[in-house]
Structures are given as structure tokens and as C-alpha cells.
């Protein structure tokens, strides 16, 4: 019984590391520093193709291999996805990288421009290439002291929210 219990749970801690975003699940890491803002933008790939095109895409999905073709696309809209706004406006994207994470799903990291302004408010439009039925972006944020907020929610109908300050 005990080497059953065992197998059972090695087979789910395996196991859990391949499970990837659900559909229109997306999650947002910001790390603040003093000259840049790693942004790290994770999601399905069914959900990366609703993201480039603007049309409805009821459940489209591609492979993983297919990913270079799909490459370019996202590239055309990752700088669509997100913004961050500071006390002058919008802080202007670095860089930015497309890939695929070890769990098949889309992975964009991006470096934003911060030069020690004071980072205010995040914007999603990427919500807005969604249906509006709850879908939103899980968002973790660590400010320039390294401190780590609790995780928060944007949602399609508040796509601009406040960063949280202490």
C-alpha cells in the first residue's frame, strides 16, 4: 500500500511541471529596478492566437513545432499586450523576446525603459481581444526595494489599474 501511495504521488509531482496556461489564463510577473522593468507575459497558445487577431478565434490552437510560424505574429502584437505608465506617460519597450516555455506555452519577456521614474499604473489591452466573460491577467509585482505585493487581477472591464504602493 505504501509503494502505491508512493508511485501515486512521484507520478503527480512529474507530471505537474508539463501542465501548462489554461486557455485565456494570463499571467503577468513586473520586477522594477532602477533603469528597467522586467515584465514577464505567459499564456496558452490557444489563447496567443486570439491575441493576434483581433477576430474571434473560437479555440484555435497550434503545436508546438508550428511555433515559428506563429513567431512573427506575436512579435507584430507583443507590443499591444501590455503597458506600464509612469509619472511622464508611458514607459517605452526595450526589448522584447518571443518563445515557448518548457510547458509549451508562450513566454514574453520584455525590458521597459524605467530611468528611476516612478512606476504608477499597468494597462492591459490585451483583454480587450477577449471575451469579456471574466477572462483577465493574474499580475505579481516587485518593487525597486524588492518587496513582492500580493498577486492581483486586471480584468476586461478595468484595464488600467494602479500599481500597489506601501
Keep these: ?10 507520478t503527480l509531482f512529474l507530471a505537474a511541471p508539463l501542465l501548462g496556461h489554461d486557455t485565456y489564463e494570463i499571467t503577468l510577473e513586473l ?3 532602477r ?15 486570439a491575441a493576434c ?3 474571434p478565434s473560437q479555440g484555435v490552437y497550434f503545436e508546438p513545432a508550428e511555433f515559428p510560424k506563429w513567431k512573427p505574429k506575436l512579435e507584430a502584437a507583443a ?3 501590455i503597458a506600464i505608465l509612469g509619472e511622464e506617460g508611458s514607459l517605452a519597450i526595450e526589448s522584447f523576446a518571443v518563445s ?5 506555452d508562450i513566454l514574453i519577456d520584455y525590458a521597459f525603459q524605467a530611468n528611476g521614474l516612478s ?6 489591452p490585451i483583454l480587450s481581444r477577449f471575451p469579456p466573460e471574466g477572462f483577465g491577467v493574474r499580475v505579481t509585482y516587485r518593487d525597486k526595494s524588492g518587496y513582492w505585493y500580493p498577486p492581483f487581477m486586471i480584468f476586461e472591464d478595468r484595464q ?7
Design 1 to 10: 500500500m505504501k509503494s502505491a501511495i508512493c508511485s501515486l504521488l512521484l
Design 31 to 33: 520586477k522594477e529596478g
Design 35 to 49: 533603469k528597467t522593468v522586467q515584465a514577464r507575459l505567459e499564456l496558452a497558445r490557444s489563447t496567443s492566437v
Design 53 to 55: 487577431d483581433p477576430a
Design 79 to 81: 507590443s499591444e499586450f
Design 100 to 104: 515557448l516555455n518548457r510547458e509549451d
Design 119 to 124: 512606476l504608477e499604473k499597468l494597462h492591459a
Design 160 to 166: 488600467t489599474v494602479e500599481l500597489p504602493t506601501r
